[in-house]
């Protein structure tokens, strides 16, 4: 079988042929630790599962086809037992004194990692508005090593036009790698290793595993030798996912495309009708015309996601009102799972940002749009608004 396929076949074939000692069409789970050696050092290609597992292989080889890589040998993929430990993972490229230029709008637990853990290890952090690839141009500095952008952006979903600002950083110096945390777009939507980052990462748990059962995180490189850089962390520092982890994940994966689909044109339909609620003070969504970010979110993503954050006219009381008025929309952080979640940032996924550059406003309300029925999630919403 050809690999050279489309995202909708790769993410139910791609690393996951039927096993070729049973024929059992779906990759087996396999639970062991170790492997048994015929002779001292003859083995079939595995010794330890925190080295390698034909499990994890499997999710690696098919998140390295997702993100547009050739399945060849080795795949550039590698899985972590959270988006964290894939971050952490990848962040041990960076040297003591060496800079790293991120988005001022990152997911809060990335600036948590970095400036509470790696900044005491002398890397040197700063943070501007990647929505505009010329604050990105002019905060490059000498001792620069490493870009990061997330797009979009969580909670208030600005939009960073990877070409135009990889363009600019390799322009700048080639020498500067760029990772593209692509967790809330998937690989369905945008595939940033294309537009010539070096480095995709994931929260897997997210859109990639798309059920809320699992956490999981993942690197995809685009060159080899980062690769095998990162292969070699991988294996030293052992931040892996469990075998019954990656299986669920591989799992999720196969219905990546449908999902994004109904994510996608659900967000659509809630973020016309929360535009038009009286009770709605702005709304923000990349399909949005009024969106910032639309034309570049246009050209670079194949839909504009499942996820839209909301200001209502109420602002900070009318917000807690709206929540917990809900039915349908679960209270709970996390997003990109099959039904609907609804929060406060401020007060919930970004409360360890509080007081910081990235703090974000009190009233804001996030949904993560699952795939349920679009009129019963309306309906829901309508509900909830009606309260306040
Ligand atoms: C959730 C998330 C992470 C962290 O991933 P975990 O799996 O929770 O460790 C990183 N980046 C983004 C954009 C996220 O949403």
């Not at 039927?18 to 396999?30: C, E, F, K, N, Q």
């Not at 997911?107 to 929505?131: A, H, M």
């Not at 996924?349 to 009190?362: C, F, I, K, Q, W």
Request: aromatic share 6%; glycine share 8%; hydrophobic share 40%.
């Amino acid at each position: 079988m050809t690999y050279k396929s489309h995202i909708e076949t790769l993410a139910i074939h791609a690393g996951q042929e039927p096993d070729s000692a049973t024929g059992a069409v779906i990759t087996p789970i396999y639970q062991t630790s170790t492997y048994i050696q015929s002779e001292v050092g003859v083995l079939k290609g595995f010794d330890y599962s925190r080295t390698a597992n034909p499990t994890r292989l499997a999710l690696e080889q098919c998140l390295a086809a997702l993100e547009g890589l050739e399945l060849d040998q080795p795949t550039y993929g590698l899985a972590f037992s959270s988006g964290m430990a894939a971050i952490d993972t990848l962040l041990r490229l960076i040297k003591p004194g060496e800079h790293v230029l991120v988005s001022n709008d990152v997911y809060g637990g990335t600036y948590r990692l970095f400036e509470r853990v790696l900044k005491e290890f002398g890397i040197l952090f700063s943070y501007v508005d990647i929505g505009d690839p010329n604050q990105v141009e002019k905060n490059l500095r000498e001792e620069t090593r490493l870009v990061w952008l997330e797009t979009p952006t969580n909670p208030l979903l600005k939009i960073a036009d990877i070409a135009e600002i990889l363009r600019r950083v390799k322009l700048f110096s080639p020498q500067i790698l760029v990772a593209v945390d692509n967790t809330f777009a998937s690989p369905y939507l945008q595939q940033p290793l294309a537009q010539g980052a070096d480095f995709v990462i994931h929260s897997t748990t997210k859109y990639i595993g798309g059920h809320s059962d699992v956490i999981g995180g993942a690197i995809i490189s685009k060159e080899a030798k980062h690769y095998e850089q990162l292969k070699f962390l991988q294996n030293s520092i052992g931040a892996v996912p469990g075998i019954m982890d990656c299986w669920l994940t591989l799992r999720g994966i196969k219905t990546l495309a449908l999902r994004m689909e109904r994510h996608s044109e659900n967000a659509a339909k809630v973020s016309k009708f929360l535009n038009e609620h009286p009770a709605v003070d702005h709304v923000i969504y990349p399909g949005l015309v009024n969106h910032a970010g639309h034309l570049v979110a246009k050209k670079q993503m194949k839909m504009f996601g499942g996820m839209v954050s909301i200001i209502l006219k109420g602002g900070e009381n009318a917000a807690r009102k709206m929540v917990e008025a809900t039915r349908i929309f679960s209270l709970a952080e996390s997003l990109g799972g099959v039904e609907s979640l609804i929060e406060i940032p401020a007060v919930m996924t970004h409360a360890s940002v509080a007081g910081s550059p990235l703090e974000v406003p009190a009233g804001l309300v996030r949904l993560s749009v699952g795939i349920e029925s679009v009129d019963d999630l309306i309906a829901d919403l309508d509900q909830a608004l009606s309260t306040l």
